[in-house]
């Protein structure tokens, strides 16, 4: 997968209903993409448990992943940052 024009880059947020960020579009969200999970695949885990899954899944993919936390409460996880490709 590459996002290489304004186009593609709307096609896929389109087809995902997510946003893709970063320098080459490769970043996600883990909150939007539990959200298209459970929208598309029924998916009913609770979104915190959800949370716990994303390093370990993200490691064995080797996809590096990056823990966001609150402004107000650093040490509190918000949520995961996900490097695509």
């Known amino acids: 997968m590459g996002i ?17 960020v970063g320098e080459r579009f490769n970043n996600v969200y883990a909150r939007e993409m539990f959200h298209y999970m459970k929208e598309n695949f029924g998916f009913s885990l609770p979104y915190e448990e959800f949370l716990d899954l994303v ?31």
């Open 4 to 20: 290489r024009t304004e186009d593609d880059l709307r096609k896929t947020m389109k087809k995902y209903n997510m946003l893709f």
């Open 55 to 85: 390093p370990g899944v993200c490691a064995g993919l080797n996809m590096p992943c990056e823990t966001l936390v609150f402004v107000n409460n650093p040490s509190k996880r918000a949520d995961y940052q996900i490097t695509l490709f």
